[in-house]
């Protein structure tokens, strides 16, 4: 059979350094990028509705951990009764995921540590979290809730944040509210539990309760009522639910406070003024040798001297004698006597109206008020009398 004949390779072409294929290529990607369907970037940046992240099992580590690893935390007194009564049900929660706890009486401290079966390496994480949380009075049905996926803890210490003992235990008490009703209102606003005790306040929650809460337990420290937090978070309640204000900023809605300082500083009552500054000093105090000489005593002789101070101590004696028999003299001073108040005599200046009374009392004896007139008297008598003489 005859060979075929092979066809000719066609030589290939160089590239060149001008407009080619590779421009066409570039051509083509664009073309590509403007076909593919535009994606909204707040549906990028916000989490759908019901998702959650899937769970991590064992066949996520088969092998396992490669070290063992072990968190402990001390408990205080009081906490000793009710962890030795829940103790068999944390052995029981920290069971299922394979990690060991063991709780010692004597030295006051919770120790837990993993295991060989342990395949989650974030496990140990969540039962040192447990035993914090436990030592800090969360109930074990609250603190349970921490080896969740979707639940995490913060321990806010606020000893330090305020130097006076009495403003500091104002502010704690500001922070739990009348009969815990502030704290209540902030565990709903941010679907966390809340535990104030000592000098810590535990929160156990969802990641953003937890942003929230720190923020309100530290403002609330610095002298900002909670109550500004907790209309806020109300407001921005609201605002999650409109699905159309999810990219907008919500600043315009939400209020602004300003401090507002009532009282004004009070101001000593003795007032230190500053003395003008001169770079002289003082003139030097007169020693008694020179208020001796200014006066001539330094050169009076010793007698004359003991005269001159003899005669000083009794001019001085004198004086407090004249005082004392001045006050003993006082008790026998009669006080002052008030003036005699004068009466004053009966003005005769205003003239009577004699014609004025006589009508009034005509007037009076036409009114049969009080005493019966002359004649009506007269005739009663009469009548008496005759009665009587009828009887007799």
Request: with cysteine; proline share 7%.
């Amino acid at each position: 059979m005859a060979a075929e004949p092979q066809e000719e390779a066609e030589p290939q072409e160089e590239a060149a350094p001008g407009p080619g294929p590779k421009r066409r290529d570039k051509h083509k990607n664009k073309n590509k990028k403007k076909a593919a369907p535009a994606v909204d970037e707040s549906e990028l940046l916000t989490v759908p509705d019901g998702w959650k992240e899937p769970a991590f099992t064992r066949e996520d580590n088969p092998r396992g951990l490669l070290e063992e690893s072990s968190f402990a935390t001390l408990f205080p007194k009081y906490r000793e009764a009710y962890l030795k009564e829940c103790w068999p049900l944390v052995q029981k929660a920290l069971g299922e995921h394979y990690v060991k706890a063991a709780l010692d009486l004597i030295e006051g401290s919770m120790t837990v540590t993993t295991t060989k079966k342990t395949f989650d390496p974030y496990a140990i994480i969540r039962a040192r979290d447990l035993i914090k949380l436990l030592a800090r009075s969360v109930p074990f049905e609250q603190a349970v809730r921490i080896l969740q996926d979707d639940v995490a803890c913060d321990i806010i210490k606020i000893g330090s944040l305020v130097r006076k003992r009495e403003t500091f235990i104002k502010r704690r008490a500001r922070l739990l509210g009348p009969k815990g009703s502030t704290l209540k209102a902030l565990e709903l606003l941010t679907n966390c539990y809340i535990m104030v005790q000592g000098n810590t306040v535990s929160a156990l929650g969802p990641f953003s309760g937890l942003k929230e809460v720190r923020k309100v337990v530290l403002d609330t420290m610095k002298n900002i009522h909670p109550i500004y937090n907790i209309k806020t978070l109300m407001i921005k309640r609201e605002l999650a639910k409109d699905p159309e204000l999810r990219t907008q900023s919500w600043e315009r809605f939400l209020p602004k406070f300003k401090r507002k300082n009532l009282k004004k500083r009070k101001e000593p009552k003795k007032k230190n003024t500053k003395k003008e500054y001169t770079p002289f000093p003082p003139p030097q105090p007169e020693s008694q040798v020179d208020k001796e000489l200014a006066s001539g005593e330094y050169f009076l002789k010793e007698r004359q001297k003991k005269r001159k101070q003899m005669e000083e101590i009794k001019a001085k004696q004198a004086d407090a004698v004249k005082r004392r028999q001045e006050e003993r003299n006082k008790a026998f001073i009669p006080p002052k006597e008030k003036p005699a108040v004068k009466t004053k005599k009966a003005s005769t200046e205003k003239k009577i109206d004699i014609e004025a009374i006589k009508e009034k009392v005509k007037n009076a004896k036409k009114k049969k008020l009080g005493a019966l007139p002359e004649e009506e008297v007269k005739l009663k008598m009469a009548a008496d009398e005759k009665k009587k003489k009828k009887k007799k």
